[in-house]
């Protein structure tokens, strides 16, 4: 078993892994347990339950960046 920083293992405390976060509350805890001293990137995986074969369906953006 590796070993654990203990700025790793303080974040993983408020970390509920059974629970489904909502979208505000998430992002609360990334910045909350954030605990390395660089700035982060954040993946989001989004289902959005569309069928992308059917003309109607198909989903598509974009997002501005700083």
Same mark, same amino acid.
């Given at each position: 078993?590796?070993?654990?920083?203990?700025?790793? !293992? +303080?974040? /993983?405390?408020?970390?509920?892994?059974? #629970?489904?976060? $909502?979208?505000?509350?998430? !992002? +609360?805890? /990334?910045?909350?347990?954030?605990?390395? #001293?660089?700035? $982060?990137?954040?993946?989001?995986?989004?289902?959005?339950?569309?069928?992308?074969?059917?003309?109607?369906?198909?989903?598509?953006?974009?997002?501005?960046?700083?």
């Amino acid at each position: 078993m590796p070993k654990r920083g203990k700025r790793y !293992i +303080e974040a /993983a405390k408020k970390i509920d892994r059974l #629970k489904k976060y $909502t979208f505000n509350e998430a !992002i +609360e805890l /990334a910045v909350d347990t954030s605990y390395v #001293k660089f700035d $982060t990137s954040v993946d989001i995986s989004v289902r959005l339950g569309v069928d992308p074969r059917h003309a109607d369906q198909m989903v598509r953006g974009t997002v501005s960046l700083p």
